[in-house]
């Protein structure tokens, strides 16, 4: 049997002592009846039943980062046991995101995916005093991915009447920053989302990373995360990046508050507390879309 998602779900990592599961929102909200286990992936793909000639929703952890993400995508396109000839591919998971232009809470879907590892980068010591990063003179093209304007539009779309949730402990730690998006309050958006497998942190690196969307010309970025990008290679691949979305929560600030170190910033043990926050509310936004698309 061959099995047709009408929606593929592709959250990064499941739970263990270390991390957020990014998996349990979905078997929360939705009946998994089913598991199919596929090889060159980390977890089975678990899928619905089918509903009146509807495809069933699938969900399938893809692991974290670049390398693990591209392998297990690549092994569900290549699947002789699954048609996703007509499926919408969406990642949904957690993110970083400057307190600039967005905050904790906030939800990012992403017209461009800019891949941060491509690039040429020196020790700013040696250098001239400039920026210390040039494209990659190699490349065969531009590594940064654009998802179909008309899916995003009808996705955004449909953010925009989503309620989300917010938290006012979330809320006091996001007051102690400085930066117009820090003080709001969650909302949709559409902006750059930067995709990295270092897990970077800092005002200095921030700044780069603008660098390098400028370059591309991806405008302001909004979201920083692990996977992205490497599910875009792998669809571009199989000519089926036209049908991906990304959708992330912005679950921490990617830099110290005022008055913070880095060091400081990374072990407060306040900078987990948007995890949850952000999850739920990248959820809301994408199973509003599962939904329409599962009529």
């Known amino acids: 049997m061959t099995i047709a998602p009408e929606v593929l779900v592709l959250p990064a990592f499941v739970h263990d002592a270390e991390t957020l599961d990014e ?14 286990d596929l090889p060159g992936a980390p977890e089975p793909l678990q899928y619905t039943d089918p509903t009146d000639g509807t495809g069933p929703l699938a ?30 591919f969406l990642s949904v998971g957690v993110a970083g995101g400057p307190p600039t232009d967005t905050t904790i809470g906030s939800v990012v879907l992403a017209d461009a995916i800019v891949d941060w590892d491509v690039k040429v980068r020196w020790d700013a010591a040696e250098g001239d005093g400039g920026v210390p990063l040039e494209l990659n003179p190699y490349r065969l093209d531009d590594h940064v ?14 953010a925009r009447d989503i309620d989300l949730a917010d938290d006012p402990d979330v809320k006091a730690h996001r007051e102690r920053y400085e ?16 995709c990295g497998d270092e897990f970077w942190h800092g005002q200095v690196l921030a700044e780069r990373v603008q660098w390098l969307c400028d370059e591309y010309d991806a405008g302001t970025y909004c979201a920083t995360e692990m996977e992205d990008a490497a599910t875009a290679a792998a669809l571009a691949r199989f000519g089926r990046l036209d049908d991906y979305l990304s959708i992330r929560g912005i679950a ?19 900078f987990e507390a ?9 959820v809301r936004v994408a199973s509003a879309l599962v939904d329409e698309r599962l009529g």
């Open 252 to 270: 921490n600030f990617d830099r110290p508050q005022p008055g913070q170190s880095v060091e400081e910033s990374l072990h407060d043990e306040d």
């Open 274 to 282: 948007g995890f949850e926050l952000g999850l739920e509310n990248a």
């Open 145 to 158: 991915f654009r998802p179909d304007s008309a899916l995003l539009d009808w996705a955004a779309e449909l």
């Open 23 to 36: 998996r349990q929102p979905w078997l929360d909200r939705y009946e998994f009846a089913n598991e199919l």
């Open 179 to 194: 930066g117009r998006g820090a003080h709001a309050d969650p909302q949709s958006l559409v902006g750059a989302n930067v």
């Open 59 to 88: 969900l399938l952890p893809t692991g974290m980062g670049k390398a693990n993400t591209a392998t297990t995508v690549a092994a569900a396109l290549a699947s002789p046991e699954l048609d996703l000839s007509e499926t919408l």
